[in-house]
T-cell receptor, first 109, second 113 residues
Framework: TQLLEQSPQFLSIQEGENLTVYCNSSSVFSSLQWYRQEPGEGPVLLVTVVTGGEVKKLKRLTFQFGDARKDSSLHITAAQPGDTGLYLCAGGYGNKLVFGAGTILRVKS | DAGVIQSPRHEVTEMGQEVTLRCKPISGHNSLFWYRQTMMRGLELLIYFNNNVPIDDSGMPEDRFSAKMPNASFSTLKIQPSEPRDSAVYFC???????????FGPGTRLTVT
């Protein structure tokens, strides 16, 4: 079984703070995706990383794939209330995606 | 462009009843996935299709669950008979091909009483 562990499970911060969430596994993945899910909606893809050590930036969000392709991090700079949501990482395994349990982020204004 | 469309958005039914969830993937996408999301187990893959053919149904929990994809623009997930433990949000997702990025629908919240 391919498992992805996300930490922390829950994060509550003030607007303007920086944060990092982590996605770790003992398995190697061909790719790793990050999604954000808001209440009552489906997950929305933020980014896909495929190369070990790869770093991608999406405005205030920075995504990194570990050198060994077993872990990833998502860093948000100057968080805003609109960043509130459930952040899910998903590892590509064959033709399927394996999802972590997610990090619930709450940004207070 | 229209995204993945799911219906109904909410379904409340009594134990023992048949439930059918529907999905219309993004036009041109060849792969379709059914997921179930609960607080306890997170997001789990139930089954996926490629070119309308079921490829992997190892995530389907029991024989009570079945899925079909009669054509490239429509899929159903059926639960018969339904049980309270089936209560969850069911998502459909599609992608251009297997291994490509997946796009999720808004989900169907199923409550079985």
């Amino acid at each position: 079984t391919q498992l992805l562990e996300q930490s922390p499970q829950f994060l509550s911060i003030q607007e303007g703070e920086n944060l990092t969430v982590y996605c770790n596994s003992s398995s190697v993945f061909s790719s790793l995706q990050w999604y954000r899910q808001e209440p009552g909606e489906g997950p929305v893809l933020l980014v896909t990383v495929v190369t070990g050590g790869e770093v991608k930036k999406l405005k205030r969000l920075t995504f990194q794939f570990g050198d060994a392709r077993k872990d990833s991090s998502l860093h948000i700079t100057a968080a805003q209330p609109g960043d509130t949501g459930l952040y899910l990482c998903a590892g590509g395994y064959g033709n399927k995606l394996v999802f972590g349990a997610g990090t619930i982020l709450r940004v207070k204004s | 462009d229209a995204g993945v469309i799911q219906s109904p958005r909410h379904e409340v039914t009594e134990m023992g009843q048949e439930v059918t969830l529907r999905c219309k993937p993004i036009s041109g996408h060849n792969s379709l996935f059914w997921y179930r999301q609960t607080m306890m187990r997170g997001l789990e893959l139930l089954i996926y299709f490629n070119n309308n053919v079921p490829i992997d149904d190892s995530g389907m929990p029991e024989d009570r669950f079945s899925a079909k994809m009669p054509n490239a623009s429509f899929s159903t997930l059926k639960i018969q008979p339904s049980e309270p433990r089936d209560s969850a949000v069911y998502f459909c997702a599609s992608s251009l091909e297997v291994g490509y990025e997946q796009y999720f629908g808004p989900g169907t919240r199923l409550t079985v009483t």
